[in-house]
């Protein structure tokens, strides 16, 4: 079950795009944690903090999230990656999570969201995308 308030950890190291992410999430309805800027304190976060959902900047300042990944993983906590970097460029073990091409808009940001923490549903009424076009 979705909380009526998520919370969602970002780990971003883009200033700017963590900035517009954690405005995006608020509008949604979501509680944001972060954004986190560095490798090491997203690592941090991941193993100890509370959340219900994350969404990782494949690349943080030149590294990948994937440290992040793993304790998100053995935790039971969803996540999605987010990046400029084609979805091709994700490692073959992480190829199936959800995936956030940048650049984004609200509304990629809403759907990301939901697939991460209902698999398909909506995060609520509220907030439910828009029907694709006939």
């Avoid at 073990?93 to 809403?110: E, G, H, N, Q, T």
């Amino acid at each position: 079950m979705v909380p009526e308030r998520p919370r969602i950890l970002v780990v971003e190291d883009e200033v700017l795009i963590g900035v517009l992410l954690q405005q995006m999430l608020d509008e949604l309805g979501c509680e944001c944690l972060g954004p986190i800027i560095h490798l090491n304190t997203a690592v941090e976060h991941a193993g100890s903090d509370a959340f219900d959902a994350a969404i990782l900047d494949l690349i943080i300042h030149g590294e990948h999230a994937y440290p992040v990944a793993d304790i998100l993983v053995e935790r039971g906590i969803p996540f999605g990656f987010a990046s400029g970097v084609p979805r091709g460029g994700l490692d073959r073990k992480w190829a199936s999570y959800p995936f956030l091409a940048k650049p984004f808009l609200i509304d990629d940001v809403r759907t990301f969201v939901t697939r991460i923490l209902t698999g398909s549903g909506l995060l609520s009424r509220d907030h439910a995308p828009s029907p694709p076009p006939p």
